[in-house]
């Protein structure tokens, strides 16, 4: 017998009121991992930096407060994960193919009537069978290796309108893929420095909304390794205690 289609309307409605204890009983994944089991970058790197007898710089004490999850985002227990999206929004492969299978079958469906989306803009669904309560789909820039002002001002335009809807909808944790560095070819470096810099920004501009974790997450060890090299070099200055 064919699971009866459930309707994404009222799916979204009855999950979003639902509290956390009720809510992870509806996880499609029980291996998620919340928030309280990523380290902080000062936990993860003490024992390196201590071999090599350097403290982890990363601005105040930002260090005890950013986190680099490598990993599976589609795992996080956050309020909102970050979806690198085409323009269908009818998902595809990538980490967007990832998503769309974690979150089932009323993420199309409700994906499907946001009729798109530009690049450099973001919407917001439900996160439905996703640790994720939300999911905010957004759009990068294809580069194709070459980084110009327009694929700058649009990765860039990425972070702003997540972090955007973000705040409207009184989220406070997000966790971001690496968008625009997989197919759409974006070298990591500058995405890195696009994203720690772009997140420093909208906090100072915003210093009372965002109260907790930002994760940014990294899926390759290339990527991973950019994203360190900004946080050390204390480009980023995240969120409030
Ligand atoms: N055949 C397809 O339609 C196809 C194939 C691949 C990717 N895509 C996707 O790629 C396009 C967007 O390009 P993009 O470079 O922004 O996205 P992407 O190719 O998904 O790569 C973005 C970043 O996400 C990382 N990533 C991949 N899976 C995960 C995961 N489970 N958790 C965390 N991070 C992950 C990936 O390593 C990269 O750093 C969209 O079309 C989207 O559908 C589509």
Redesign the pocket.
Known sequence: MSKKKKDWKIEKERLLRLDREERRKEYRRQDFISLDKIPSWREENKNNDKEEGKEVTGGGGLSDKVSLYK????VLEVDAIVN???SSLL?????????HKAAGSCLYDECHSLNGCETGKAKITCGYDLPARYVIHTV?PVARGHVGPTETNDLTSCYQNSLRLMKEHGLSTVAF??????????PNEPAADIALNTVKSWIEENPDKVRRVRVL????RS?CQSGQLSICSGMVCFWLS
């Open positions: 990993g599976d985002i589609t690198a999206a085409n998902g595809g492969g990538g980490v967007d193919g990832c998503i990068g893929p690496c968008i625009s560095t997989g197919i759409y070819g974006f997450c990294m899926f390759k990527s």
